[in-house]
Structures are given as C-alpha cells and as structure tokens.
C-alpha cells in the first residue's frame, strides 16, 4: 500500500510499548486514526475548515505525541509563517509526519538542524489541547480493543 504522509517508505519503526495492539508500525497507527480523526480532535481555530478529505488538518502535535507514546523518539516542529509550530516525529533515522497531508503539495523542511525538539509540558500547557490529545488516546484505545487506563 502507498500512504501520502512524509516518511512513509521508512515509517516502520517498531513499537516499544503493546498499549495498542496491531498498531506495530507508524502505517498502522496512520491506518487507525484514520477513522478517529474528526472536528473535535483538530485544533480549534481549524476546526471549521476540517473535512474527511483532509482528516489530518489540525491534528499535528496530539497525533505526534500520540506515536511518541507509542514509537518513543522526539517530537520536532517546523516553524510555520504564521507564527504556528507543526509537530512531527523522528525515532532513530526514521523520519515521519503522520499528518503532513493537511499542507498538500506544499514541500515541509524537516531537517532537524532547522527545526526544534518539542515539549509536552509546553503543548499541553493549553488545556483544550491536553483534552483533545486524551481524547484521541482514548478513542484508538478503543479501537484496539483496550480499556483507558
């Protein structure tokens, strides 16, 4: 299968934790969180603009620290004109971006001498963020058949 996230040739970095089972590689947690993704998980201010064509708008630094949970690794953002951060994940030599697709055809550097290493404390700092992060935790939880803990 072909997947249109940055990465995704080399994103098959094992698992380090069996918190979610058959989510082994970055592709499965993709595969699954294609169908949680949704308005309530996406960042507020784009929340109006999210559709299921582009599921991964708004989703960026839940869904990195998600697969940090997950992959282990970092969490790296790329300083956007905007003055916003979109998060992203590197484990090992493996490079990967579950949710560049929300850019489209826009070419995203992620060279790591260019960009900055990232805080859960500072992106959880926003409650609303915390809680959509805990939500999407939840929801692939279950649908791996888990029960939140």
Same mark, same amino acid.
């Given at each position: 299968?072909?997947?249109?996230?940055?990465?995704?040739?080399?994103? $098959?970095?094992?698992?380090?934790?069996?918190?979610?089972?058959? $989510?082994?590689?970055?592709?499965?947690?993709?595969?699954?969180?294609?169908?949680?993704?949704?308005?309530?998980?996406?960042?507020?201010?784009?929340?109006?603009?999210?559709?299921?064509?582009?599921?991964?708008?708004?989703?960026?630094?839940?869904?990195?620290?998600?697969?940090?949970?997950?992959?282990?690794?970092?969490?790296?953002?790329?300083?956007?004109?905007?003055?916003?951060?979109?998060?992203?994940?590197? $484990?090992?030599?493996? $490079?990967?971006?579950?949710?560049?697709?929300?850019?489209?055809?826009?070419?995203?550097?992620?060279?790591?001498?260019?960009?900055?290493?990232?805080?859960?404390?500072?992106?959880?700092?926003?409650?609303?963020?915390?809680?959509?992060?805990?939500?999407?935790?939840?929801?692939?939880?279950?649908?791996?058949?888990?029960?939140?803990?």
């Amino acid at each position: 299968m072909e997947y249109k996230f940055f990465g995704w040739e080399q994103a $098959v970095v094992p698992s380090i934790n069996d918190d979610y089972p058959g $989510v082994t590689t970055p592709r499965d947690l993709y595969d699954a969180l294609s169908d949680i993704w949704s308005p309530e998980t996406c960042a507020p201010r784009m929340a109006d603009k999210w559709t299921y064509e582009n599921k991964t708008l708004g989703q960026c630094s839940i869904t990195a620290f998600l697969a940090q949970d997950i992959f282990g690794g970092l969490v790296y953002g790329i300083e956007r004109a905007d003055g916003n951060c979109h998060c992203y994940n590197v $484990v090992g030599d493996c $490079v990967f971006d579950l949710t560049s697709e929300q850019f489209g055809n826009e070419r995203l550097d992620y060279r790591l001498d260019r960009n900055s290493v990232q805080s859960r404390t500072s992106h959880f700092a926003k409650d609303e963020k915390e809680a959509r992060y805990e939500k999407l935790r939840r929801a692939l939880q279950a649908k791996c058949g888990r029960q939140d803990r």
